[in-house]
């Protein structure tokens, strides 16, 4: 009989398969590599997820949790518009640096074009485009864009914006154009980033 595996030991698991899903996504991952590095048998990962794609959702939504707070968290600490977005940028720039390869695993899913990708994109975006959304409709009732300013818009091109600052600290070829673009020093300077694209919004939305 199996022994059940502790917390720990099932979160290892997810941190190594996310490595592996974010490497070689969710059709190339290879879950004896898992077990191996994971250090438990194949069959223990079959007896908590029956297929890959089960342990990949669990990887994916795990991920997503961890960044649904992460945007509550900058959302929560911040005084007004012009700072929630400051706070937002830093906290993607933070969560891309530090959690590669959750942002690898977004990236493959956005190579893929089948109905299961469409349930990961509503998955992803269901808690950002909602956050963004009230962001800017808050704004507007405050006064402090324009009123004509259309939330679903504006959320979908800021969270644009955050998707490419993830995937130029996360992904190779991201990360090569951001250095070509803004320096080979560029991860030595997020403040410098961070300044520079609430610069930009601000121009952007004409903030009074």
Not at 60 to 80: F, N, P, Y
Not at 127 to 134: A, F, H, I, Q, V
Not at 148 to 153: K, T, Y
Request: aromatic share 12%; net charge negative; charged share 30%.
């Amino acid at each position: 009989m199996q022994r059940k595996l502790t917390e720990e030991q099932q979160k290892h698991i997810i941190d190594v398969a996310t490595k592996e899903f974010g490497e070689k996504g969710l059709d190339g991952a290879n879950i004896n590599i898992i077990a191996k590095q994971s250090d438990v048998s194949v069959g223990v990962i079959y007896k908590y997820y029956s297929n890959k794609e089960e342990l990949f959702s669990a990887c994916l939504s795990k991920s997503l949790s961890h960044l649904g707070e992460t945007l509550q968290e900058a959302v929560s600490d911040a005084v007004d518009f012009e700072t929630t977005m400051s706070y937002l940028i830093s906290a993607a720039i933070a969560f891309s640096k530090n959690h590669k390869n959750e942002i690898r695993m977004y990236h493959w899913i956005t190579t893929v074009s089948d109905e299961k990708a469409k349930e990961y994109a509503t998955e992803i975006e269901a808690t950002s485009s909602k956050l963004y959304k009230e962001l800017i409709s808050k704004a507007k009732s405050d006064g402090l864009v324009h009123g004509d300013m259309d939330p679903g818009v504006f959320a979908f091109f800021f969270d644009n914006l955050l998707m490419m600052l993830h995937f130029s600290y996360g992904c190779d070829y991201y990360n090569q154009r951001f250095r070509i673009y803004m320096g080979e020093d560029v991860e030595e300077k997020d403040d410098y980033v961070r300044k520079q694209l609430v610069s930009f919004l601000k121009r952007g939305l004409d903030m009074r």
